[in-house]
């Protein structure tokens, strides 16, 4: 089998994007890797276009940026309606399975192939590219130990529509995926990917904070055995920290602490001070044993509720607008097992019931928003989607939930409030009507903010 010139020798494996084959190269006599997408169905349905403009992106995005650490690409192109990337041929393994055959206590190589990844995320990130699928599974480390970031097949371009700007491509400025559509993998997902929300080089440095803590303490920072619940412990930013004896040294902690912060704004400037930050231990000879930074970022991991939008001006909550959905569904559901579906009700009583149970959760966002505002006070107006779940017909879950006005100024608390209540219970709405054994209800609730005694309002803006 061929494409184009190239000689398919053997197949490699197989992915979410394609099949990877060892080819040779006769013109240039030399070694490469070729992926393929097969799209040779004739349908010509949207699918299939999107996937081939997704492989298409993945190719140029990755010849776009020259760099040791990043999978170089040679080639791309169609062949008998099948499109092809030829690449860099890299001999070894994924960095996931390196770490699988490595010695867990030889943390100090362990940094050395992450900061590795993270330089060649770096260069992207210079070349306004943001990968926002970095896991172990998209790192190679070659024979000779040198690590390359690959699969950049998510990336997008961040950069301003400049016409006069070459790096722009085509098919870079092509927008590929809907509006609140959630890209990634969800175990290594920040917060604005949860919430489908805008992403950029800070999403690629949780992703890779989150990767790093996992190789470094065996363990990933966030837990969850569904995704619903690995969403709320990111959210929440609660982080499983390392025991005090671990032999890692306490500033690479405090580094992964700052890039695991659930808003954006909170993390390291970019992917050079994050390198900077793991290398380079700070002075703590007038500042007391080191254990007080862990402690210090301890907390301010904790506080990291904050908010889970990172563009705080994106949506007007004013009372006199159409209220806007701010958050897609979060949560794509499976379809159900009974497709009927008949409408039901929830009482006041049970709302109220609910907010009370959740009680804590909005403590929490008001706690943070009181940081930034201590005059905070007002109200949220949520309006929930219940459909019952499939497994217990005692509850109803969130399908979805929207703001629908709010008069407090500090909308980051708004947000939050928000994303905390995508994992609310509800009871099961009784039906009114029909036949389903499946009911969906639409409620609406206010979440009254206090004023604290002795505190002015805050001032609203003209």
């Given at each position: 089998?061929?494409?184009?010139?190239?000689?398919?020798?053997?197949?490699?494996?197989?992915g979410?994007?394609g099949?990877?084959y060892?080819?040779f190269?006769?013109?240039?006599?030399?070694?490469?890797?070729?992926?393929?997408?097969?799209?040779?169905?004739?349908?010509?349905?949207m699918?299939?276009?999107?996937?081939?403009?997704?492989?298409?992106?993945?190719?140029?995005?990755?010849?776009?940026?020259?760099?040791?650490?990043?999978?170089?690409?040679?080639?791309?192109?169609?062949?008998?309606?099948?499109?092809?990337?030829?690449?860099?041929?890299?001999?070894?393994?994924?960095?996931?399975?390196?770490?699988?055959?490595?010695?867990r206590?030889?943390?100090?190589?362990?940094?050395?192939?992450?900061?590795?990844?993270a330089?060649?995320?770096?260069?992207?990130?210079?070349?306004?590219?943001?990968?926002?699928?970095?896991?172990?599974e998209?790192?190679?480390?070659?024979?000779?130990?040198?690590?390359?970031?690959?699969?950049?097949?998510?990336?997008?371009?961040?950069?301003?529509?400049d016409?006069?700007?070459?790096?722009?491509?085509?098919?870079?400025?092509?927008?590929?995926?809907?509006?609140?559509?959630?890209m990634?993998?969800p175990?290594?997902?920040?917060?604005e990917?949860?919430?489908?929300d805008?992403?950029d080089?800070?999403?690629?440095?949780?992703?890779?904070?989150?990767?790093?803590?996992?190789?470094?303490?065996?363990?990933?920072p966030?837990?969850?055995?569904?995704?619903?619940?690995l969403?709320?412990?990111?959210?929440?930013?609660?982080?499983?920290?390392?025991p005090?004896?671990?032999?890692?040294?306490?500033?690479?902690?405090?580094?992964?602490?700052?890039?695991?912060?659930?808003?954006?704004?909170?993390?390291?400037?970019?992917?050079?001070?994050?390198?900077?930050?793991l290398?380079?231990?700070?002075?703590t000879?007038?500042?007391?044993?080191?254990?007080?930074?862990?402690?210090?970022?301890?907390?301010?991991?904790f506080?990291?509720i904050t908010?889970?939008?990172?563009?705080?001006?994106?949506?007007?909550f004013?009372?006199?607008?159409?209220?806007?959905?701010?958050?897609?569904?979060m949560?794509?559901?499976?379809?159900?097992?009974?497709?009927?579906?008949?409408?039901?009700?929830?009482?006041?009583?049970?709302?109220d019931a609910?907010?009370?149970?959740?009680?804590?959760?909005?403590?929490?966002?008001?706690?943070q928003?009181?940081?930034?505002?201590?005059?905070?006070?007002?109200?949220?107006?949520?309006?929930?989607?219940?459909?019952?779940?499939?497994?217990?017909?005692?509850?109803?879950?969130?399908?979805?939930?929207?703001?629908?006005?709010?008069?407090?100024?500090?909308?980051?608390?708004?947000?939050?409030?928000?994303?905390?209540?995508?994992?609310?219970?509800?009871?099961?709405?009784?039906?009114?009507?029909?036949?389903g054994?499946?009911?969906?209800?639409?409620?609406?609730?206010?979440?009254?903010?206090?004023?604290?005694?002795?505190?002015?309002?805050?001032?609203k803006?003209?």
């Amino acid at each position: 089998m061929q494409f184009g010139r190239y000689i398919i020798k053997k197949m490699l494996g197989k992915g979410g994007m394609g099949v990877v084959y060892a080819a040779f190269d006769p013109t240039l006599n030399r070694r490469i890797a070729i992926k393929v997408l097969r799209v040779s169905n004739g349908s010509g349905d949207m699918d299939t276009q999107s996937a081939r403009a997704r492989m298409l992106r993945e190719a140029q995005a990755m010849a776009m940026v020259g760099h040791p650490n990043l999978v170089q690409v040679f080639d791309v192109g169609t062949y008998d309606d099948d499109v092809y990337i030829a690449m860099e041929f890299v001999e070894g393994v994924t960095l996931r399975d390196w770490l699988v055959n490595h010695d867990r206590k030889d943390w100090r190589t362990i940094l050395k192939r992450y900061l590795d990844a993270a330089r060649g995320l770096h260069a992207a990130h210079q070349r306004r590219l943001i990968h926002r699928d970095f896991k172990p599974e998209n790192v190679m480390v070659d024979n000779n130990g040198h690590t390359r970031v690959m699969d950049f097949g998510l990336a997008r371009h961040t950069g301003p529509d400049d016409p006069n700007d070459t790096s722009r491509t085509p098919i870079l400025a092509r927008p590929l995926t809907q509006t609140g559509m959630i890209m990634g993998t969800p175990a290594y997902m920040a917060p604005e990917q949860f919430l489908a929300d805008h992403t950029d080089h800070r999403t690629d440095q949780f992703a890779f904070c989150v990767a790093l803590y996992e190789a470094l303490y065996g363990y990933r920072p966030f837990r969850g055995d569904s995704m619903k619940a690995l969403a709320r412990s990111v959210m929440r930013g609660e982080i499983v920290l390392p025991p005090k004896k671990s032999p890692i040294p306490d500033h690479i902690l405090t580094a992964l602490l700052k890039g695991l912060q659930t808003d954006s704004e909170d993390r390291h400037d970019n992917m050079g001070v994050l390198i900077d930050e793991l290398t380079t231990p700070p002075d703590t000879s007038n500042h007391g044993p080191p254990w007080i930074l862990y402690i210090v970022s301890c907390l301010v991991a904790f506080a990291g509720i904050t908010a889970y939008v990172t563009t705080a001006d994106k949506v007007s909550f004013s009372e006199t607008e159409k209220p806007k959905v701010i958050s897609e569904d979060m949560f794509p559901r499976n379809e159900p097992v009974i497709p009927m579906v008949t409408q039901g009700t929830i009482t006041d009583d049970q709302m109220d019931a609910v907010i009370a149970r959740h009680q804590e959760d909005i403590d929490d966002c008001v706690t943070q928003g009181r940081k930034r505002d201590p005059g905070l006070e007002g109200f949220v107006d949520l309006r929930f989607e219940i459909v019952v779940d499939e497994k217990d017909y005692k509850f109803g879950d969130v399908d979805r939930v929207l703001v629908r006005d709010t008069d407090l100024f500090d909308r980051r608390t708004a947000r939050c409030i928000l994303g905390m209540s995508m994992s609310w219970r509800f009871p099961a709405p009784s039906c009114q009507s029909g036949a389903g054994d499946q009911c969906e209800a639409e409620v609406d609730a206010r979440i009254e903010i206090p004023p604290v005694r002795g505190i002015a309002p805050p001032k609203k803006p003209r």
